[in-house]
């Protein structure tokens, strides 16, 4: 009965994301949809029209005009980098050639992305460029004020992965905390997410990536990670 009901809520939530446009679908492999039912696990993002909304879109104005010329394109530069590779220059190593570590990474991404998909159609939030027509933006098109705000799918993969390779290298930690953090503010300079999207994508990254570290499966390739990167003497394994 839980899995058919997972299989129910996973279904469910990326038909009303494929009407919204989301480019491709997510699955739980390990973790449950049940578990992270949005109700549940994130509070209701500020309402359409409402003073906290308001304020948001003004924050993020405010931000977006004091950002250099090199942040912004930062930001742009985040915009197309969705997937674990986007530490690749914080660590000064290409992940992806080792094996195991960008699988289970890849894997991290995959439980991450199904969790925000829930989100997504369950909240429904306009995005800000949606919510103001004015407002600078890296979307790519942005007809139909799309309502998929809430939380971030770049946010949530920097987070999630971002926790569980903080501690395949736990001597690179707070570097990967930092570019995790950063790589989240890149939505907001982006005029692509508010400020409280990133914050469930936080809480939702860090829930995600901590269910996936008490998880047997997981685990054992969590391990055989560990011991790639030693193996290779990455700095900080």
């Known amino acids: 009965m839980r899995k058919y009901l997972g299989s129910a809520l996973t279904t469910l939530a990326l038909g009303m994301i494929g009407s919204a446009g989301l480019a491709a679908p997510h699955a739980f492999h390990y973790l449950a949809a049940p578990d992270f039912a949005p109700g549940a696990v994130l509070p209701a993002p500020p309402a359409s029209g409402s003073v906290q909304e308001r304020s948001e879109l003004a924050q ?42 960008w699988a289970l990474l890849r894997d991290v991404q995959e439980e991450a992305a199904a969790a925000a998909s829930l989100g997504k159609a369950y909240f429904h939030r306009t995005r800000p460029y949606g919510v103001d027509p004015t407002l600078p933006n890296c979307a790519k098109t942005t007809a139909g ?39 989240a503010m890149s939505r907001e300079l982006c005029g692509v997410h508010f400020a409280s999207d990133l914050d469930a994508s936080h809480a939702l990254g860090t829930l995600v990536a901590s269910a996936l570290l008490a998880n047997a499966a997981f685990r054992a390739k969590f391990e055989a990670a560990h011991a790639e990167l030693v193996a290779a003497h990455v700095p900080g394994a």
């Open 145 to 183: 004020k799309p309502a998929t705000s809430y939380p971030s799918g770049h946010a949530i993969l920097g987070y999630s992965t971002g926790f569980v390779l903080a501690r395949l290298l736990k001597g690179r930690s707070s570097e990967i905390f930092d570019r995790a953090a950063d790589y």
């Open 60 to 101: 993020l104005r405010t931000l977006i005009a004091a950002a250099s010329a090199e942040r912004l394109a930062r930001a742009r530069f985040d915009d197309g980098q969705e997937t674990p590779a986007l530490f690749d220059r914080t660590l000064g190593v290409t992940l992806e050639t080792y094996p195991l570590t």
